[in-house]
């Protein structure tokens, strides 16, 4: 068993759409949580960091963590096509940040 | 600007060449690690360094050697490539304080093919 699922998809919304994107993990030592977006032919890029249990919200992009059921969130309002993209979570713990497979997102106009 | 660099953007070589593939960081990060991207597989990672002269293994750290003699450079050797090694390599770099980690930059990769 991995110790980040995350589903591949892809995932295709029309503009405007609300997107959830979500990730599941076995391991209780994580403790960092990021969402992190990756344009075709370019490195990823840090979207949302999150500590804690709860809701980060910065803009149109809401980060959600549940600890107890071992379950991240990320929810994108509005969605344009500039948010085609894929989207990867990712979890630290003693060093080492150990990403999902990445969800490939397409907002159609 | 911020940034951390990776050199050469694409390379193809031949089995058993030895390569290099240098990245750099002008933030003055502790924490440097690399990366491989694999359709399928996502992103793995291949070693990472807590500071100078610091480095440790990742999760497939097999035919790849890393050295940090310097805080801003984090190269990635080859020794004898192999077609298995074609791969999509990202450099990644972050601030630490204490166990703290505050988001990873990444470089914009390297495309390696190995005939």
């Known amino acids: 068993q991995k110790e980040v699922e995350q589903d591949p998809g892809p995932l295709s919304v029309p503009e405007g759409a609300i997107v959830s994107l979500n990730c599941t993990y076995s391991?209780?030592?994580?403790?960092?949580f990021m969402w992190y977006r990756q344009y075709s032919r370019k490195g990823p890029e840090l979207l949302m960091y999150?500590?804690?249990?709860g809701n980060k919200e910065d803009g149109r992009f809401t980060a959600q963590v549940d600890k107890s059921s071992k379950y991240i969130s990320l929810f994108i309002r509005d969605s344009q096509p500039s948010d085609s993209a894929t989207y990867l979570c990712?979890?630290?713990?003693?060093?080492?940040?150990?990403f999902g497979q990445g969800t490939e997102l397409s907002v159609k106009p | 600007e911020a940034q951390v660099t990776q050199n050469p953007r694409y390379l193809i070589t031949v089995t058993g060449k030895k390569l290099t593939v240098t990245c750099s960081q002008n933030?003055?990060?502790?924490?440097m690690s690399w990366y491989r991207q694999d359709p399928g597989l996502g992103l793995r990672q291949i070693y990472y360094?807590?500071?100078?002269?610091?480095?440790d293994k990742g999760d497939v750290p097999e035919g790849y050697k890393v050295s940090r003699k310097e805080k801003r450079n984090f190269p990635l050797i080859l020794e004898s490539p192999s077609p298995n090694q074609t791969s999509l390599y990202f450099c990644?770099?972050?601030?630490?304080?204490?166990?703290?980690?505050?988001?990873?930059?990444f470089g914009s990769g390297t495309r390696l093919t190995v005939v």
């Open positions: 990712a979890m630290s713990r003693a060093g080492k940040l150990i």
């Open positions: 990644a770099s972050s601030l630490t304080v204490g166990s703290s980690y505050y988001g990873y930059t």
């Open positions: 933030m003055n990060h502790e924490y």
């Open positions: 999150t500590y804690s249990s």
């Open positions: 360094s807590m500071n100078v002269e610091v480095t």
């Open positions: 391991n209780s030592a994580f403790q960092y």
